[in-house]
């Protein structure tokens, strides 16, 4: 098993331009979880998806979108980039279905920059 | 709403000496709490975790933590910590109903020969 897989792993973008991070998960996880990791603040979740065909807005949404593509893909876009978004983006996946409390496996991480 | 917060942000430490990183929660339920390692350059990794039941938990590389309710802490401790244990660590606590993760802000931890 791969586990939690993510492209690509380093992004330089301008100001304005858009992108998509990937994400898959190969262990038949039900929720799936997008954060951003900026330092001295830990990981603030952006969006997540409970299960297949549902999305729900964390902490920190605000200039992405986000598309559970089936159960085992779920992608996090960026449409207009701005500086601000420079961050390490990480996905994770859990077992459990919206309500549980299980273990989250993160992926390694896509390192964005932005002009 | 649930809050966690990591007392400190940096804590070098000599090999072979004990540690204890702090972790401190806020929830006006009944929460579980993670510890979660992130080495250089990779994503994060369960440490271990508290759910129910005994509130000592312990990981296989040594580390323990205690859920203490009525100080609302649940601090990382290792008796005798090695090189290989440079990493950043992560408190986070999770609620029923809150449905997701909230992670402290991370306590860098480098040990030093």
């Known amino acids: 098993n791969a586990g939690v897989t993510q492209t690509p792993k380093f992004q330089v973008l301008k100001t304005g331009q858009s992108m998509t991070l990937q994400c898959a998960q190969d262990?038949?996880?039900?929720?799936m979880y997008w954060y951003r990791q900026d330092p001295g603040m830990g990981l603030r979740l952006i969006y997540y998806?409970?299960?297949?065909?549902?999305?729900d807005k964390g902490e920190v949404p605000n200039g992405y979108n986000v598309s559970r593509l089936n159960k085992r893909e779920f992608s996090l876009r960026l449409e207009s980039a701005a500086p601000s978004q420079t961050s390490v983006y990480f996905c994770?996946?859990?077992?459990?279905?919206?309500?549980?409390?299980?273990?989250?496996?993160f992926g390694p991480g896509t390192r964005l920059t932005v002009l | 709403a649930q809050s966690v917060t990591q007392l400190d942000s940096q804590v070098p430490v000599f090999e072979e000496a004990p540690v204890e990183l702090r972790c401190n929660y806020s929830s006006s339920v009944s929460v579980y709490l993670f510890w979660y390692v992130q080495y250089p350059n990779q994503g994060l990794q369960l440490l271990l975790k508290y759910l129910s039941g005994s509130t000592l938990v312990k990981s296989i590389n040594g580390f323990e933590a205690e859920f203490n309710k009525s100080q609302t802490s649940f601090h990382l401790r290792k008796p005798s910590v090695h090189i290989s244990d440079t990493a950043e660590y992560f408190c986070a606590c999770h609620s029923g109903s809150a449905r997701q993760l909230t992670f402290g802000s991370g306590t860098q931890l480098t040990v030093l020969p």
């Open positions: 262990m038949n996880h039900n929720s």
């Open positions: 998806s409970a299960s297949e065909g549902t999305t």
């Open positions: 994770a996946s859990s077992e459990l279905a919206s309500g549980g409390t299980d273990t989250q496996y």
